[in-house]
């Protein structure tokens, strides 16, 4: 059963909203190779590679547990008071939660003149009441948010487990990190604040987040939201006919904006617009007070961004506008625009050391690395052009936002070793 989904996976793969592939990266520089190999040669690194291997099950345990705590948008708490629980278990120097939520644990280097995190999500997109009771068929995990991110939590945990046991000392501070708001409406407040000057300095940021070994996210890709809301006074059908109606404003909205938008994006760098989410009336006989709709551009290009806000802006101006004008009584609509998203893009070269380490990294398991865009937590530190990587968290997954997400796995003890040596690598073992 395994290696046939495996196969399969091989052959058909899947690519998650965070995994945008760019481009395939041959171009490993010797050095870096040098040093992750002669890293992986040190006997406290074997020793830390052999646990992790041999403390696949508790993996998978803490796995199940955390999975099974749920953390909607906005309300992380449960399942950031466990993860606080579990990381003091395996022993830590330091754990807190800061303002906004966000768990970070530091274990302080010999020398601790840099920072380097180690970061995955707690939150998952999945509203309050759902079921993410763990169910095993066969051998595959069956959970909302059982792959995007749990898996990543748990590694989390053994990576710090495994450098306590194998008394690994390094010379930078390792800050081990679980962020909230990193899925939809969150819109990366935990990460942004931790990168704002009430957050901690970090000089290296290392993001597990989606996909097999192989990913090495490098480049940010950026989103802007809106929630536009038309409202009107509303009325009945018949009674009140002739007056503005914010459905039938909105409704123009979208029309003009998909015209425009799909012109504007025919050419040029990519860029995409979706209207996700449409919410307002009470009944059909009724005239609706109110009428909004979520809106989605994502773009690799900042200034495509802001183009796009221009082309939004002006859609529902005119919609506004051409309502009012028709309208036979009554007060003319009005329209609030909320901004409720904002995603910086950017990109970090290739040759930049830590790049170059989960390159090579990733050619030590035997994958072929590829450099790739995508919305993670690394968008922020990437857009400050602070050093920054989101990498796979392992095993095969699938169907991730999804009831019906799953996790199997396969080899997936391989990603918290990965996840260790590139740590070590960026942060250097102490003396």
């Given at each position: 059963m395994k290696q046939l989904l495996f196969f399969l996976l091989l052959v058909f793969p899947i690519l998650t909203h965070a995994q945008i592939k760019a481009?395939?990266?041959?171009?490993?520089?010797?050095?870096?190779?040098?040093e992750i190999k002669k890293l992986s040669r040190r006997t406290v690194v074997k020793k830390a590679f052999q646990l992790i291997e041999a403390q696949n099950d508790q993996t998978l345990k803490d796995h199940i547990t955390l999975t099974e705590i749920e953390a909607p948008p906005f309300k992380e708490e449960m399942r950031a008071a466990k993860f606080v629980e579990m990381m003091k278990a395996v022993g830590i120097d330091s754990i807190w939660?800061?303002?906004?939520?966000?768990?970070?644990?530091?274990?302080?280097?010999t020398s601790g003149k840099k920072t380097v995190a180690l970061d995955a999500h707690l939150d998952t997109v999945f509203p309050e009441g759902t079921d993410v009771k763990v169910k095993m068929r066969g051998d595959t995990l069956y959970?909302?948010?059982i792959a995007d991110d749990t898996r990543a939590l748990a590694i989390l945990i053994r990576v710090l487990n495994v450098m306590n046991e194998a008394n690994i000392k390094t010379d930078a501070n390792v800050l081990f990190i679980g962020s909230v708001g990193e899925e939809g409406l969150g819109d990366l407040r935990g990460v942004k604040h931790i990168f704002s000057d009430k957050g901690?300095?970090?000089d290296s940021w290392i993001a597990i987040d989606g996909g097999a070994i192989g990913r090495v996210n490098n480049q940010g890709l950026g989103s802007h939201r809106y929630k536009i809301t038309y409202k009107g006074p509303g009325g009945h059908s018949w009674g009140a006919f002739g007056l503005a109606n914010p459905h039938h404003a909105l409704g123009s909205a979208i029309h003009y904006f998909t015209k425009a938008a799909n012109k504007f994006t025919a050419y040029g760098p990519k860029t995409s617009y979706n209207v996700g989410v449409i919410e307002g009336g009470t009944s059909i006989n009724s005239v609706p007070f109110e009428s909004s709709m979520l809106v989605d551009m994502r773009s690799v290009s900042p200034a495509r961004l802001d183009s796009m806000d221009q082309i939004l802006l002006t859609a529902v101006r005119q919609a506004m506008d051409a309502q009012n004008g028709i309208r036979r009584l009554g007060e003319a609509l009005t329209v609030d625009v909320e901004k409720i998203g904002d995603r910086p893009s950017g990109e970090l070269s290739e040759t930049l050391p830590l790049i170059q380490r989960a390159m090579a990294c990733t050619a030590y398991f035997g994958k072929r690395p590829e450099l790739t865009r995508g919305s993670t937590n690394s968008n922020i530190p990437i857009a400050m052009?602070?050093?920054?990587?989101?990498?796979?968290?392992?095993?095969?997954g699938r169907n991730?936002?999804?009831?019906?997400e799953w996790w199997l796995d396969v080899d997936g003890y391989k990603a918290a070793q990965m996840a260790l040596l590139l740590v070590l690598s960026e942060s250097g073992l102490g003396k």
């Open positions: 481009k395939a990266v041959a171009s490993i520089e010797p050095s870096f190779q040098k939660i800061d303002e906004v939520g966000n768990v970070l644990a530091l274990r302080k280097g959970a909302p948010g901690v300095k970090i052009g602070i050093p920054a990587v989101t990498i796979g968290r392992g095993g095969v991730a936002h999804s009831l019906d």
